[in-house]
Every structure is written in C-alpha cells, then in structure tokens.
C-alpha cells in the first residue's frame, strides 16, 4: 500500500482547529494520522518500503481547495476548455475539487450529459462534480428532472450564466431543492435592467462611453430569490456577488434565518471597474467589475461572513472571443490558477487571516455543497495542498495550463505560490519537478 508523509509543514485546518507544525501520515489516499513534529521525529523511517516522504517545512499544508463555480466548456466548446485541460489548471491552483457549470453544448439538462461529465471526469487529476441544469436547456420555461441529475452525479443545480426569470418556476425550484437536499446556485441578473450593458453603470462608463448595468439588476433578482427560499424553506446559493446592495440583502436575509450561501469571486474582491479603463476586454464579466465601495464592502462581507465562500468563476474564453471590440467581446476570465494568490493578497493586506482564507476557499464551500472536503481529520480523503507563501511570482499567461489564457492580471507580481496538490493521496501537480 502506497505511503505518504508529510513531514514538518505548518499544517492549517480550521475544521481540526489545527495551525501548528505537524506531520501528516497517509494511506490508501486517506488521512492516517496527524501528529505534532517536535513529538514525532522517532516515528519517520525514510528506508520504510513504499514510503515517501514530503519535507514540507517552511511551507503551509491545507485542506485541497474546493471551487463552486467553474466552467469547463466540455463538452460542445473543447477549444476553450476541456475537463482534462481544466483540472489541470485546477491542480496547479491548489484545488482538488472543482464543480462544472451546466452550461455546456449540449446543456448538462439530462442524465445522459451528466454521465458523459462523470466518465470523463474519471481521468481528471481532481474531483470533478457536475452541476445540472434547473431549466431545460437554460431556456427558463421548464423545469429539469432534478432527482434523475442527482441520481447521476450532479451535487447542485444552476442556469448560471441566465437568470431564471419566472419567479413560480424559481420557487418549484426551490421546493425541489429542499425535497431533494440540492442546492440551487442563482445567477441573479435582471436582463431588462442589465439591456445591452457590458460594464458597470457608473463613472467610468459614462467616461468610456460604453453602456453600464446598474447595480439594481444584481439586487433586485437577489431580493425576489431571498424572499422565495423564506417562503420554500429550499437552499439557496447567490453566485458572484458583486454589489454593496446584494450584500446587504444577503446579510438581512442570514439575519432572519434564511437559508441562503453566497460567493464572491476573486477578481471582484481585488479589482474595480476602473480595470476596464483601457477597453481591455479581460476585465469584461458578468457581473461586471464594480466601484471600490462595493468591492470593500464585499471584503468586509468576506470578513464577517456574509459572504461564505470565494469561488472562481472560471471562464475561459478563446482569442477570438476576446481580441474584439469591447461591447462584441464574450464575458469572463480565467481563474482557477491566481485565486489562491489573490486571496492571500487578501491576507497580506490584513483584510483575512490564512485561517480564514483555508475556510472561505476549502472548508466552507464543502459546508454549504454539503461535500465530504474541506477537512484534513483522520479518515478524511488526502485532499491537499501544499503552498509556499513567501514565494513571488508574475503571471504569464502563457505559462497558465488553462486551455484558455483571458486574464486581466497579466504581468502582476504576485505573492504565494501552490507548489504541490495531492488528490486521494496522489501527487498531481508538482512546482518543483515541473521547473
């Protein structure tokens, strides 16, 4: 049986209430034991049969990242993005467990798409989770049959990328989730406000002239949702929040004992709409980047725990679809490889501590996806991953394993580095060796 130790890291896990110097013993890809270093050097025999041994010191190990939000474009869009090409990406970031959105060609609406997702997915280097379709082929008119996605792998449900306009197919969908025990994901846009907008509705867009989406079309669709999940009792989850007014709905909403999660993203943590200043169509999104007041107002959220979770919003794009006009551009960027960095930009600055950076990008995205992650306890699946935080980096997008390469961080030095990610005990991605 395959052995592994990590020897001397700073192990951080928040559901152990773990942050000390320890070794972590693994078998048969599970956690076998976690034991402080300085009572435990007797127990390590490099000449053991089968052994290998991970000198982690100077390094911080922690619970594989988990990601809510990711698109991996397969199948229908491979040029893009495939499952393989993703969870490499996802690897070299430091998540082990990816969820993909539904909104592939054909749409993951029906069981024989979700199947093709699952056997695909069996090569991957991390876990992949498909999340299915609420509506027929994101159309909004009808509803999926959500126990056969269920049945066949999906752990949630989403349109994202539509909103889901009718509020009576919005509320059966919520009395699903509950019956169910799935969470729907909401992507919370009102397209009539939202028009033909393609950035923020602010200053910036006046100065560029480019049409802005107000941040009402955000609020205004979580309002209805928040009030719909009181009313169904089903779970809840708001995808990328961008605004201080979604913030404080969702907070009045926990407040009141809804059942509702949400996400930020982190490029709508660390950038403003400012970043499309040059018509760089790498800051284009939805939602879009907005003003500093909402993105301080989501970093406190963050904090305080409004916001539960960072989630990626992984969007790879192709040159075609970006190296256009502004207004023509698609919306979206890749994600999956500078997440962990920026957040611990997040603990640089002193907005979050690395404890809870490990619970907003681990711990509680498994919480809210009521997944078996997050947690590096006895027992547990070797989820993990290991990160040098003094390491400094620049981005490159040619270097990215994304298949894709639409960043708008292009050239920003960065600080913290994943330099291994172990999945179910397996080394599967590796900065040293790949150097």
């Given at each position: 049986?395959?052995?592994?130790?990590?020897?001397?890291?700073r192990?951080?896990?928040?559901?152990?209430?773990?942050?000390?110097?320890?070794?972590i013993?693994i078998?048969?890809?599970?956690i076998?034991?976690?034991?402080?270093a300085k009572d435990?050097?007797?127990?390590?025999i490099?000449?053991?049969?089968?052994?290998e041994?991970i000198?982690?010191?100077g390094l911080?190990?922690?619970?594989?990242?988990?990601?809510?939000h990711t698109?991996?474009?397969?199948?229908?869009?491979?040029y893009?993005e495939?499952i393989?090409?993703?969870?490499?990406?996802?690897?070299a970031?430091?998540?082990?467990?990816?969820?993909?959105?539904a909104?592939?060609?054909p749409?993951?609406?029906?069981?024989?798409?979700?199947?093709?997702i699952?056997?695909?997915?069996?090569?991957?280097l991390?876990?992949?989770?498909p999340?299915?379709?609420?509506?027929?082929?994101?159309?909004?008119?009808?509803l999926?049959e959500?126990a056969?996605?269920?049945?066949a792998g999906?752990?949630?449900?989403?349109?994202d990328?539509?909103?889901?306009?009718k509020?009576?197919?919005m509320?059966?969908?919520?009395?699903?989730?509950?019956?169910l025990?799935?969470t729907?994901?909401?992507?919370?846009e009102d397209?009539?406000?939202?028009?033909?907008?393609?950035m923020?509705?602010?200053a910036?867009?006046?100065?560029?002239?480019?049409?802005?989406?107000p941040n009402?079309?955000?609020?205004?669709?979580?309002?209805?949702?928040?009030?719909?999940?009181?009313?169904?009792?089903?779970?809840?989850h708001?995808?990328?929040?961008?605004?201080r007014?979604s913030?404080?709905?969702?907070?009045?909403?926990?407040?009141?004992?809804?059942?509702?999660?949400?996400?930020a993203t982190?490029h709508?943590?660390t950038?403003?709409d400012e970043?499309?200043?040059?018509?760089?169509?790498?800051?284009?999104?939805?939602?879009p980047l907005?003003?500093?007041?909402?993105?301080d107002?989501?970093?406190?959220?963050?904090k305080?725990?409004?916001?539960d979770?960072?989630a990626?919003?992984?969007?790879?794009q192709?040159?075609?679809?970006?190296?256009?006009?502004?207004?023509?551009a698609?919306n979206g960027i890749?994600?999956?490889?500078?997440?962990f960095?920026?957040?611990?930009?997040?603990?640089e600055?002193?907005?979050l501590t690395?404890?809870e950076?490990v619970?907003?990008?681990?711990?509680?995205?498994?919480?809210?996806?009521?997944?078996?992650?997050g947690?590096?306890?006895v027992?547990a699946?070797?989820?993990?991953?290991i990160?040098?935080?003094d390491?400094e980096w620049?981005?490159d997008p040619?270097?990215?394993?994304s298949?894709?390469?639409?960043?708008?961080?292009?050239?920003?030095?960065?600080?913290?580095?994943?330099?291994?990610?172990?999945v179910g005990?397996?080394?599967?991605?590796?900065?040293?060796?790949?150097?």
């Open positions: 049986m395959q052995r592994l130790v990590i020897k001397g890291g192990v951080v896990d928040p559901a152990s209430g773990i942050d000390a110097l320890c070794n013993y078998m048969g890809g599970r076998a034991s976690v034991k402080a435990d050097e007797t127990e390590l490099p000449g053991a049969p089968g052994l041994i000198d982690a010191a911080v190990v922690m619970p594989g990242l988990v990601d809510l698109h991996l474009r397969e199948p229908g869009f491979e893009k495939t393989q090409t993703g969870a490499e990406a996802a690897a970031g430091g998540f082990t467990t990816i969820l993909c959105m909104n592939t060609r749409v993951n609406d029906n069981q024989s798409v979700t199947s093709y699952v056997n695909k997915a069996k090569g991957a991390v876990n992949v989770l999340v299915g379709a609420v509506t027929v082929g994101l159309k909004g008119e009808r999926t959500a056969e996605l269920k049945d999906c752990v949630a449900l989403s349109d990328g539509m909103p889901i306009v509020s009576g197919l509320r059966r969908a919520l009395e699903y989730s509950k019956a025990d799935l729907i994901i909401s992507h919370a397209m009539e406000l939202a028009g033909k907008g393609v923020n509705e602010g910036v867009s006046t100065r560029l002239g480019l049409k802005g989406i009402a079309a955000e609020e205004a669709v979580i309002a209805r949702d928040i009030r719909l999940a009181e009313l169904t009792k089903g779970r809840l708001i995808a990328h929040v961008s605004t007014g913030v404080e709905l969702i907070r009045s909403a926990k407040k009141a004992g809804v059942t509702v999660t949400a996400e982190p709508h943590l950038l403003t970043a499309a200043a040059g018509y760089d169509t790498n800051a284009k999104m939805n939602p907005r003003a500093k007041v909402d993105v107002c989501l970093r406190q959220a963050l305080d725990g409004t916001i979770v960072v990626t919003d992984h969007a790879p192709s040159v075609m679809e970006k190296d256009v006009e502004f207004d023509r698609a890749v994600g999956l490889e500078t997440a960095s920026l957040v611990y930009g997040l603990v600055e002193g907005v690395f404890n950076l619970k907003v990008m681990s711990l509680n995205p498994s919480k809210v996806m009521s997944l078996d992650k947690t590096l306890r027992g699946s070797a989820d993990i991953a990160a040098d935080l390491a620049t981005v040619s270097t990215l394993k298949k894709s390469k639409n960043t708008p961080y292009a050239g920003k030095a960065m600080k913290g580095k994943i330099v291994k990610t172990i005990g397996k080394i599967v991605f590796d900065c040293l060796k790949e150097a």
